[in-house]
């Protein structure tokens, strides 16, 4: 049975090889940019989070991390979808690129 794919590159085949090597190169690309693009937000928001702490109030959880929606997407698709809810896996995520956390402060709440 063809798949969507096979039928598309048939047809891109069909309208000639040249099209056909366009629109490959500009997937493979068009996805290599998103990438890079990615990884330079994310080290534009490790950056911010380094210099803006991230306030939190006792009894409603606090931040842990940071990270770009593109790369928690290739994340998810290399090692599983759900994978950030494993405990292990944040850890070790954290463990190895440390500038996907964020630091926070605490901020003491006042009750009138």
């Known amino acids: 049975m063809a ?7 048939a047809g891109l085949i069909q309208m000639g090889g ?12 068009g996805f290599e ?4 693009m990615a ?7 490790a950056k911010a989070n380094s210099r803006n702490p991230r306030k ?5 959880g606090q931040v842990t991390m940071s990270i770009d929606p593109v790369l928690r997407v290739l994340a998810e698709r290399q090692f ?5 809810s494993d405990k292990q ?9 440390p500038e996907l956390r964020v630091r ?6 006042i009750v009138r």
């Open 3 to 9: 798949t969507i794919n096979d039928a598309l590159a």
């Open 18 to 29: 040249d099209m056909y090597s366009a629109v490959e190169k500009e997937l493979r690309l």
């Open 33 to 36: 940019l998103q990438k890079r």
């Open 39 to 45: 990884f330079a937000r994310q080290a534009r928001l």
């Open 56 to 60: 939190t109030v006792d009894g409603l």
């Open 80 to 84: 599983g979808k759900g994978c950030f």
């Open 89 to 97: 896996f944040r850890r070790e995520l954290l463990r190895d690129n």
């Open 104 to 109: 926070t402060e605490r901020k003491a709440m």
